[in-house]
Antibody, heavy 112, light 104 residues
């Protein structure tokens, strides 16, 4: 059974940094593109970033370019999202996703 | 960048109704489109991938069609469990704004 478990979400001040992690199991992690998707309170889904199987290609939504970095460690079956220069508008539940399989999300709140 | 536009944003319907949601891409995406259902407090669940392929375990009342820039999700006979928000997504990329299906 595919499992994706996010961690690392918390309350952080504007301008601060946070690193989200996603532990994957139940499938061969190194064979799949992986994504981060977020959902602000009461809003729709927003794709944030994705990364190729070997990490050689990465893509970001314009609003996070230069601030967020997606990465992966295939040896540890883990996906990461390093978030810097956080803004109030980054407040959301962040989901780790592998095509049809999603984690339950990790809440990031950016507030002073 | 490709934009995905869904309509309507809200849809009021009754149990048994046939419901259609439309998704338009700003440029051709072939059949690289998925449809998701999301209920409050839950992660989205994929219904359709590759524009028209029903995901395993999804009831056959759900169907998808289209290619290029125009796509539709149809629920042939709306059931109580179907009241939720639906999203289209270019595979592993941009989402539409969502369509909330409400009880009429």
């Amino acid at each position: 059974e595919v499992q994706l478990v996010e961690s690392g979400g918390s309350l952080v001040q504007p301008g601060g940094s946070l690193r989200l992690s996603c532990a994957a199991s139940g499938f061969t992690f190194s064979r799949y593109w992986m994504s981060w998707v977020r959902q602000a309170p009461g809003k729709g889904l927003e794709w944030v970033a994705n990364i190729k199987e070997d990490g050689s290609e990465k893509y970001y939504v314009d609003s996070v370019k230069g601030r967020f970095t997606i990465s992966r460690d295939n040896a540890k079956n883990s996906l990461y999202l390093q978030m810097n220069s956080l803004r109030a508008e980054d407040t959301a539940i962040y989901f780790c996703a592998k095509s049809k399989d999603w984690g339950q999300g990790s809440l990031v709140t950016v507030s002073s | 960048d490709i934009q995905m536009t869904q309509s309507p944003s809200t849809l009021s319907a009754s149990v048994g109704d046939r419901v259609t949601i439309t998704c338009r891409a700003s440029q051709s995406i072939s059949t690289w489109l998925a449809w998701y259902q999301q209920k409050p407090g839950k992660a989205p669940k994929v219904l359709i991938h590759s524009a028209s392929s029903l995901e395993s375990g999804v009831p056959s009342r759900f169907s998808g069609s289209g290619s290029g820039t125009e796509f539709t999700l149809t629920i042939s006979s709306l059931q109580p469990d179907d009241f939720a928000t639906y999203y289209c997504q270019q595979h592993n990329n941009i989402f539409g704004q969502g369509t909330k299906v409400e009880i009429k």
